[in-house]
Each structure stands twice: as C-alpha cells, then as structure tokens.
C-alpha cells in the first residue's frame, strides 16, 4: 500500500524556517518525481515545486511565489522527500501536502497519492 | 506561466441532477489536465487523467473531455458523496498549476 505522511509542522514567526519531511513507503520511491502542494485555510490548491528522480539527475522546479526561499531535497536511501523553508512569511501559513507522480510514457503526469497533510503557521 | 480558470466558482445541484465544470487554460495545454476531487479536511483524489482518462475506481457518472484551451468535468447524476470541492490542474510545463476550485453543494 502507497504511504505519504508528511511531518514537521507547526508554528514559526515571520522570518523564521522550517523543514517539512515526507515519508514514503509502499513504491519504489526513487523512480518518482515527488511534488510538494500547499492550501491556505479556506483557499484552493497551489502547487509549490518538484524534486525529478535520479534518472533526471534531481532536478527541481519551484513556484515563483516561493523560488529562492523553500529547497526541495529528497534521499532515496530513506524514501523521504524534503522541504525546507527560509525567510517564511505570514502568506506561507497553509496546510502542506506532499504527492507522488505518476508518468504515462514521460509525457503525461498527474497525481495518483497525496499524504494526509501537516499544518504550517507563520505568525508572531 | 500558465494560468487555470475555472467556471463557476461554486454551483448547488441536487441528487441526480447532471454537473458540468468548465476549465480554461490561458495557453494551449494539448490533453495535460487533470481533475481531482476534494473534501473537507482530506487530501484531494485523483478523477481523470489526460484530460478524459478515469483513474482507477472512479466511477463512471465522472468523465472528462476538452483539449487545447477548454475542458469540462461531468458528473452525469450527482451522488451524495458527491458534494466536494473540484480542482482542475495543468501538467504540460514544468511549473504546474491548479484551477481555483469549483465548490459542488446541496441544493
């Protein structure tokens, strides 16, 4: 059975940093590409950045509202994907998902498993 | 950066009735849409792939059709567990991106 727990949460204050972890089980990890999501409270869904598995040499892409602040890093030898996240603002405060991608003949992507979620809080 | 519009924001339907969700994509996206499906307090599921694919143990009231700019997510006679909220998602560049959201409610 496919797992993803996400943990790592909590609340930090404006300026502040935080590293989330992903935990991954039940695949071969190292084959997928690993995404992080984000949904403030009340709000819709918005994608965060990528981490391309080894075969794309760990490449990642980042959404442009976080690009130079959050790193998306994974180990393979532990099944884990990470986000780590500087210089939080109050506008960071969501409900953090991490997914895996499935790849139909490396041209179409979707989301077939998302964890249950962990909760970030940037306020003073 | 491609942008995700979804129409209407949120709709009140009743059980049996037939739901239509469109989606628009401010630049071609070919057939890389995806829809998934949300509910208070969960993780969002996947429904169709590639724009018109169901995903496995979905039921077949769903089906997904469009390409290019426009796409549509039907549900031909809503369910109870039906009320959720819609995402449709874009996977044609790099940078993916979701539509707002289309808010299903009892009527």
């Known amino acids: 059975e496919v797992q993803l727990v996400e943990s790592g949460g909590g609340l930090v204050q404006p300026g502040g940093s935080l590293r989330l972890s992903c935990a991954a089980s039940g695949f071969t990890f190292s084959d997928h590409y690993m995404d992080w999501v984000r949904q403030a409270p009340g709000k819709g869904l918005e994608w965060v950045g990528r981490?391309?598995?080894?075969?794309?040499?760990?490449?990642?892409e980042y959404a442009a509202s976080v690009k130079g602040r959050f790193t998306i890093s994974r180990d393979d030898s532990k099944n884990s994907l990470y986000l780590q996240m500087n210089s939080l603002r109050t506008e960071d405060t969501a409900m953090y998902y991490c997914?895996?991608?499935?790849?139909?003949?490396?041209?179409?992507?979707?989301?077939?498993?998302w964890g249950q979620g962990t909760l970030v809080a940037v306020s003073s | 950066d491609i942008y995700m519009t979804q129409s209407p924001s949120s709709l009140s339907a009743s059980v049996g009735d037939r739901v239509t969700i469109t989606c628009r994509a401010s630049?071609?996206?070919?057939?890389?849409l995806n829809w998934y499906q949300q509910k208070p307090g969960r993780a969002p599921k996947l429904l169709i792939y590639t724009a018109s694919n169901f995903y496995s143990g979905v039921p077949s009231r769903f089906s997904g059709s469009g390409s290019g700019t426009e796409f549509t997510l039907t549900i031909t006679s809503l369910q109870p567990e039906d009320f959720a909220t819609y995402y449709c998602q874009q996977s044609s560049t790099a940078v993916w991106a979701f539509g707002q959201g289309t808010k299903v409610e009892i009527k």
């Open positions: 981490s391309r598995n080894k075969a794309k040499s760990y490449t990642t």
């Open positions: 630049q071609n996206i070919g057939s890389h």
């Open positions: 997914a895996r991608i499935t790849r139909i003949e490396g041209v179409y992507n979707y989301f077939d498993y």
